[in-house]
């Protein structure tokens, strides 16, 4: 069984559901992530409710390419957990490439299959298209790059894999969290 998370429609910007693009929910006082090579204003890409917390992503694409934003050690992203209530809106800095254009919802839906992204192995499910999946094991396409907790020093746990929500180089997208330490990583292949 995979939990594919499928294009559920366009939603408000600030609705507390898992989601791409739209504005980040965080607790008071946290400021916009920056990019630790630029040190612009990173894109917000995802907000990923999972009942008690959220993990919020980020991604530079100040100068696409040249920070390595593929990377979960180099700066270039972030990832967040953040306990899900009360989350406020944050207000996207003037400066930089901060949004992405479009806000989906995205819908958990359970499906009779192994895992999530062999190449056609989905198609659109009920007419929504895929937009990647939600816990289970990562489809890595080059190799298991599985980040390590920096606080605890455990591998840390799968989350999601988007594929089609920002610009992955072609490929995906994987976020992990570490649930004793309440953090969370974020990387890309193609």
């Known amino acids: 069984m995979t939990t594919l998370l499928l294009h559920g429609g366009a939603t408000d910007p600030t609705a507390p559901v898992s989601r791409a693009g739209g504005l980040p929910l965080a607790p008071e006082g946290f400021g916009w992530p920056r990019c630790a090579e630029c040190a612009g204003a990173m894109q917000f890409i995802a907000h990923l409710d999972r009942g008690t917390d959220v993990v919020a992503v980020f991604m530079c694409q100040n100068e696409p390419g040249l920070c390595e934003e593929w990377d979960a050690a180099a700066g270039g992203n972030r990832a967040y957990v953040f306990p899900a209530e009360e989350l406020t809106p944050l207000a996207a800095p003037a400066e930089g490439e901060t949004l992405l254009d479009k806000v989906a919802v995205l819908t958990a839906r359970p499906v009779e299959a192994e895992t999530y992204g062999k190449e056609d ?67 890309w292949q193609c």
């Open 121 to 187: 192995t989905f198609g659109p499910v009920d007419g929504m298209a895929v937009l990647g999946q939600l816990g289970g094991e990562p489809y890595w396409l080059q190799w298991d790059e599985t980040p390590d907790c920096g606080g605890c020093g455990k591998e840390m746990g799968f989350v999601a894999q988007l594929d089609q929500v920002a610009n992955f180089g072609g490929g995906y997208a994987y976020a992990f969290a570490c649930d004793a330490c309440a953090e969370a990583a974020f990387l």
